[in-house]
C-alpha cells in the first residue's frame, strides 16, 4: 500500500489548491478606466459601474448589472496550481 502514498498526498493537495482557488482575493466595485489590468475601458465609460472579483488563482472576473462581461486569465493547470497554493499558503 505504500506504493500510493506520495500519489494519493500529491493528489489531496490538489484538491486543496483547487479549493483554495476559488476562494476570493478581493472585490473591487468602481467605474475607474485605470486598473492596472484593465484593457476594457468601454466598460466604464460614462460612469458605468463594475464590480470586479479576484480569485486567489489570480483570475480576475468582471460583472456588470449581474452579468459576467469579462475574465482576465486563464485556469492554472494542476502543476500551476499546486505551486501556486503552496507558494501563497506555506
Known sequence: MTEYKDAVEEQRLILQAEKWAKGIKSIHIHSLSSMWYDDRPEDTADGK???DT????NRIVREQNGKIIHTWGEEKSDKELLQSFLTNTA
Do not use: A, S
Open 49 to 51: 459601474m463594475v464590480t
Open 54 to 57: 479576484e480569485y486567489n488563482d
